[in-house]
C-alpha cells in the first residue's frame, strides 16, 4: 500500500455516518426514503457510470466507463493487470482525488447524485463508501479499538462493546478474538487481520464496501472465509471487488466487468477500456465478445 493510501484508509474507511444521513453526500441532500424503489422489485442502481476516464497526467489510465452498479449485489472487476481496475475502483470512493496528477472525467452518479458536484463533501463519501485493502492494515492498536475507532470519531450512538461485538460478529471473527480484545491487531494472523478490516468497514454502516483484491495476500482457506463473508454482506450492503482470480469472480459476484488494455496507435500510452458488462454467470459461460471468451477460458491472461 502506498503512503497516500494509508493516509487515504486512515482517514476514510475508519469514520461513518450518522443513521440519518447515509446517502445525503452534503448537508441538506438527502434521498427520501419513497423516492427508493423496494428492494426486489427493481434493481436499484447504487452508481451509475456514464463516459468515465480516469488520467494520470494527462495520459488515459481508463476511459469510456459506461454501467451500472447495483444494490446488494456484488460486482466484479476482472481484466488482466494494468488495465486499470485499481484506478476504476477508486473512483467509487474519490480516492483519486488523493493523487495529485489524477483527473476522473465523466459523469458518477451515487443513488442518482453526482459523486463529484460541487456540494460533496469527500470526507462524506468515504464514510458512506468504504474500502478494504489488499493487504489487511489494521491500526497499530487493540483488535477493539481497531474496531470503536470509527464510531467513536462519529460519536455513533449506543454501547460500545456492543458495537464492537456487532461490527465482529459481522465481519465473522467474533468466535476467534472474543477472550483476547484487548490484544494488538498485529499478533492475528493475515486472515483474520483482514476480516477485522473488513469488521472495522461494516462497524461504521457504510453503505458500499470497496474491495481491491482482497483476498490476494491470503491462503486458500482464509480466501474462502472471506468470500463467504462478503456474500453474507451483501444482504445489507453493495460491494464492488477488483479481483484477478476468475474463480472467485465466478464464485462471489452477481455482475462482471471485464477490461482490457489497448496501445495507442503511438503505441506508448496504455488505456484501460471495459469490453463487456453483465451477469456473471453470462460472462462466464456465455460471453459476447470473443475477447472475454479468450480471458475467461485463460486463452489469453
Ligand atoms: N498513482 C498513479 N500514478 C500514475 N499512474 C498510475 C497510478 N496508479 C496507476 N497508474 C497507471 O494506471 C494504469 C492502470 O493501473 P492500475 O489501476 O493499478 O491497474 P490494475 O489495478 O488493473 O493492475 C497503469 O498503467 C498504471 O501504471
Ligand atoms: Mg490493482
Known amino acids: 500500500m502506498t503512503e497516500q493510501e494509508r493516509r487515504t484508509e486512515e482517514a ?38 456514464n463516459d ?31 488495465c486499470g481496475k485499481s484506478t476504476l475502483i477508486r473512483c ?7 493523487i495529485p496528477i489524477a483527473r476522473v472525467e465523466g459523469e458518477i452518479l451515487y443513488h442518482g447524485e453526482d459523486l463529484y458536484g460541487p456540494n460533496v463533501d469527500p470526507v462524506q463519501v468515504r464514510k458512506l463508501i468504504g474500502m478494504v485493502f489488499q493487504k489487511p492494515n489494521p491500526f497499530p492498536k487493540s483488535i477493539y479499538d481497531n474496531i470503536a475507532f470509527g464510531p467513536r470519531t462519529l ?5 460500545m462493546d456492543d458495537i464492537v461485538e456487532r461490527a465482529l460478529r459481522r465481519g465473522a471473527l467474533w468466535d476467534e478474538v472474543k477472550d483476547r ?37 491470503l491462503d486458500p482457506i482464509s480466501t474462502g472465509k472471506i468470500e463467504d463473508l462478503m456474500m453474507e454482506l451483501k444482504d445489507d450492503y453493495s460491494i464492488v471487488i477488483v479481483t484477478h482470480n476468475m474463480q472467485q469472480a465466478a464464485r462471489v459476484s452477481d455482475m462482471t466487468a471485464f477490461l482490457i488494455v489497448e496501445l495507442d496507435a503511438s503505441e506508448k500510452n496504455r488505456t484501460g477500456r471495459i469490453v463487456e458488462y453483465d451477469e456473471t454467470q453470462t460472462i462466464f459461460t456465455n460471453p459476447s465478445d470473443q475477447r472475454t471468451e479468450d480471458y475467461v477460458t485463460g486463452k489469453v491472461g
Open 12 to 49: 476514510g474507511s475508519g469514520a461513518a455516518p450518522d443513521a440519518e444521513d447515509r446517502r445525503g453526500l452534503s448537508q441538506g441532500i438527502a434521498v427520501a426514503e419513497g423516492a427508493r424503489p423496494q428492494k426486489g422489485l427493481t434493481e436499484e442502481k447504487v452508481f451509475e457510470l
Open 52 to 82: 468515465v476516464a480516469v488520467l494520470y497526467d494527462g495520459n488515459p489510465a481508463v476511459r469510456e466507463i459506461s454501467f451500472d452498479v447495483f444494490k446488494n449485489r456484488i460486482t466484479a472487476l476482472i481484466g488482466p493487470s494494468g
Open 181 to 217: 480484545l484487548d490484544e494488538n491487531a498485529y499478533g492475528l494472523s493475515g486472515g483474520q487481520q483482514q476480516r477485522l478490516c473488513i469488521a472495522r468497514c461494516v462497524a461504521v454502516e457504510p453503505d458500499v464496501i470497496l474491495m481491491d483484491e482482497p483476498c490476494s495476500a
Open 155 to 159: 460519536g455513533m450512538k449506543g454501547d
Open 92 to 98: 467509487f470512493n474519490r480516492m483519486n482525488d488523493l
